[in-house]
């Protein structure tokens, strides 16, 4: 028991210092079209954002190399189908040979996460909002991370941050209407 408590106090305290990392104002290394593509979401109307969604995340699953984005698709694949261990062996093979790709370790993440393995799903997310500190589906994972560990709060701040991001995130809206009332209270 005082083993998971101490565990849950270090994912915690990993993950907060995420939170921090990829405050909005910090400046990455982005593409010029990248740049206007964020801009744009942040202003679209819904329909728009669906396809600058697409168009963002199409570069960002694009590592420059095609060995390395045909082991993305294969973990995405695996993934969809539900076969987590085969997931995990592509994902690894990706962040071992191009440890500079953000979408490698947002997409293991989701595994270790969906494996209930928290403290290796955190890591990553830290290495991938330390990568693209605009990618709001990091900062949803880490949002669901938090609310698995009962801290709506700091689950709040995370899905708050991606929903800056992105305002039609429709798991993102969903997760704030949510835990406003836990938040925020109830107007009596």
């Keep these: 028991m005082l083993e998971k408590l101490l565990t849950f106090k270090a994912i915690v305290a990993t993950a907060a210092t995420i939170v921090t990392i990829s ?3 910090i400046v990455s290394a982005q593409s010029q079209g990248e ?3 964020l801009a744009e979401l942040a202003e679209a109307d819904a329909e728009a954002a669906t396809r600058l969604e697409r168009e963002l995340r199409n570069k960002w699953d694009k590592s420059g190399s ?3 984005d045909l082991l993305l698709r294969r973990g995405q694949d695996a993934i969809d189908r ?3 261990r ?3 062996d592509h994902l690894t093979a990706l962040v071992d040979h191009a440890p500079e790709f953000a979408s490698g370790w947002l997409k293991r993440s989701e595994v270790f996460a969906r494996m209930d393995q928290f403290g290796p799903a955190v890591a990553d997310l830290e290495r991938a909002l330390a990568l693209n500190p605009n990618d709001y589906d ?3 994972i880490l949002g669901t991370v938090f609310e698995h560990f009962l801290d709506p709060k700091k689950a709040y701040e995370a899905y708050r941050r991606a929903k800056a991001i992105h305002p ?3 798991e993102v809206t969903t997760a704030l209407e949510r835990l406003a009332p836990i938040v ?3 107007e009596l």
């Design 23 to 25: 405050s909005p104002g």
């Design 35 to 37: 740049t206007e593509l």
């Design 66 to 68: 095609a060995t390395m």
């Design 82 to 84: 539900g076969e987590l």
């Design 86 to 88: 085969v997931a995990m």
């Design 138 to 140: 990091a900062l949803y």
């Design 168 to 170: 039609h995130h429709k």
């Design 184 to 186: 925020m209270g109830k």
